[in-house]
């Protein structure tokens, strides 16, 4: 392809964005930002983007069969799972004025995933024994209402999606499927370019089930997740189910009568730790809750963050949520911000994290509106429970509660995620299969992502240099830049596209730097930005010949055409 005539080129007045992949995507031209979190593939970015798809479908293939579904979803669908109201990033399309809205005003959902389409799906065609086990799956755009879209193509309210979707008629024929998943997805990434940065880890199994999912991560500096590495085990857990358990605090220091401070205005641990003269360790922080149908007070140490997840599976509760001022003046006799875990009502229920414990002389709300409690310390002030929990987000410098071992704590971008669905979504639309004795009976199901456009941001975010970006072979829009200079000499610029057309005819991808008039340093910092695997330069000065450098390397070397041809399909 000549480099003049792709739509699309490099744009060094391009801003510096707040992501490595936002700045070199943009300002190499292989995409361009319509609005914030939704981009326009150009000629460069497209071929990228293809390339992972068509990867990511070669191996797919081997486990699913591919459809294509529609983004747009009836509303109904989404009421039947009890999920219309509660996906906090759902989005729907509706007239856009009132001539539209005159014809048909129906609003629709703009899918995020397809559990609510597919499902359905096979329930029109899939329901005999003999029909089991099958698997569908298509690669699509999806739109999710992302709060804070950011980091370029990590995080988009406009995306594309590879989402399969497995049916079973037992739940050991659901795991067989769901262990061979990963080692698909295991190849897949490893094709990419990206396996031995790649690791699986645990993570939350959301409202689906209370067994873990499991999330394939990119480590990656600028990842938006943290994972908690066990090395004793080889496991490694997302921050948001990491078991935690705090470091103690070594006190010897003598227990002091209790007493109550006044502080009012006070915001955040660190803040109120400042005012006490006392360290954020010693401060605690009290939420009350609503659990189904009953109030629940929550303590953790200051400086950690309730595990909502957590806190869920421990109450066993279907609904979890904040309590409103109402309720926690009711429970407390205070405003929010003063609750603690003394001398609260019998029938609130309280769970304590075990962070709170092996503490003297400790803090906590005085359920005093303006009022904190200091000096308080278990089997004085407080009971000692019966049991402390984990209801925690790990923090760094955190125990892996079996081994008592140091967690390793790293950043990482996730690439993928499977599910093990169980029946949810089939009982929600009433799908069951008739077995062979001519009962029905439920249909299991998982659920298996990967996110290409994602994919494709967060290998710009693993490979790249000061001077542009880094393809890994099998993903790159080409397998070389050829750059001719001295095109106004006729003997160079005759040699060069010869060059181009035997590269073309043994079906080496070639970009063609064609453009007359632009500098050697330039079209070299170009070839740099855009970062093809390899670089081929004709000029008066290689004569019959053509200096051959590596986008990864430093060194040039001169080899003939037939050198090149012999590289080239050798590395195909």
Not at 385 to 411: C, Q, S
């Amino acid at each position: 392809m000549l480099y003049s005539k792709i739509f699309g080129k490099t744009r060094r007045d391009s801003k510096k964005y707040d992501s490595a992949n936002a700045t070199y995507l943009i300002k190499a031209g292989f995409i361009d930002q319509v609005m914030a979190g939704t981009y326009t593939y150009l000629t460069l970015g497209l071929r990228v983007l293809n390339k992972i798809e068509n990867i990511i479908r070669e191996e797919i293939n081997t486990i699913g069969t591919e459809v294509f579904m529609p983004t747009l979803a009836p509303k109904e669908q989404w009421a039947k799972t009890n999920r219309l109201e509660t996906v906090d990033v759902l989005m729907k399309s509706t007239p856009a004025n009132k001539i539209a809205q005159a014809k048909n005003d129906t609003e629709y959902v703009l899918s995020p995933t397809h559990e609510e389409t597919v499902t359905p799906l096979a329930q029109k065609f899939n329901l005999s024994y003999k029909d089991f086990p099958f698997a569908l799956y298509h690669i699509q755009t999806k739109f999710r209402n992302e709060p804070r879209v950011k980091s370029g193509l990590l995080r988009g309210r406009e995306f594309r999606m590879k989402d399969l979707y497995s049916f079973h008629t037992t739940v050991e024929d659901m795991k067989k499927y769901y262990e061979n998943s990963k080692k698909v997805y295991t190849k897949i990434f490893e094709r990419l370019g990206i396996g031995k940065e790649t690791v699986i880890s645990l993570a939350s199994g959301g409202s689906f089930t209370q067994d873990y999912s499991h999330e394939f991560q990119t480590i990656c500096e600028t990842g938006e997740d943290t994972l908690f590495f066990v090395e004793s085990t080889g496991i490694y857990y997302n921050r948001e189910v990491a078991p935690s358990e705090a470091p103690k605090i070594k006190s010897n220091e003598k227990i002091l009568p209790r007493e109550e401070i006044e502080g009012k205005g006070i915001k955040g641990v660190d803040e109120l730790a400042k005012f006490l003269n006392i360290p954020v360790e010693k401060t605690t922080k009290t939420m009350i809750y609503e659990a189904d149908n009953r109030i629940v007070a929550v303590a953790v140490r200051g400086g950690y963050t309730i595990n909502e997840d957590k806190l869920k599976k421990i109450l066993n509760c279907t609904v979890l949520k904040m309590a409103t001022p109402e309720v926690v003046k009711k429970v407390t006799g205070a405003e929010v911000g003063y609750a603690g875990i003394i001398n609260l009502p019998k029938n609130v229920e309280i769970i304590i994290d075990e962070s709170v414990n092996n503490r003297a002389n400790f803090e906590c709300g005085a359920n005093k509106t303006n009022f904190h409690s200091r000096n308080i310390n278990f089997g004085k002030d407080i009971p000692i429970p019966e049991r402390f929990y984990d209801i925690k987000l790990a923090n760094e410098g955190d125990l892996f509660p079996e081994t008592k071992e140091k967690y390793k704590v790293m950043k990482a971008a996730e690439v993928g995620n499977i599910f093990p669905l169980y029946t949810k979504f089939s009982d929600a639309f009433g799908y069951k299969f008739t077995d062979v004795d001519g009962k029905e009976k439920p249909v299991y199901m998982g659920c298996y992502g990967i996110g290409p456009s994602r994919i494709m941001g967060i290998i710009v975010e693993k490979f790249n240099d000061e001077k542009g970006i880094i393809w890994p072979e099998s993903v790159a829009p080409f397998q070389v830049h050829l750059v001719g200079l001295d095109l106004n000499d006729e003997s160079v610029k005759s040699k060069v596209y010869k060059v181009y057309k035997v590269l073309s005819e043994n079906n080496i991808e070639v970009l063609f730097d064609d453009r007359i008039g632009v500098t050697a340093g330039n079209k070299f910092s170009d070839a740099d930005l855009i970062g093809i695997p390899v670089r081929l330069v004709v000029s008066r000065r290689t004569g019959e010949k053509i200096e051959f450098k590596r986008r990864n390397e430093k060194e040039t070397k001169i080899i003939s055409v037939e050198e090149v041809l012999k590289f080239m399909t050798k590395s195909q």
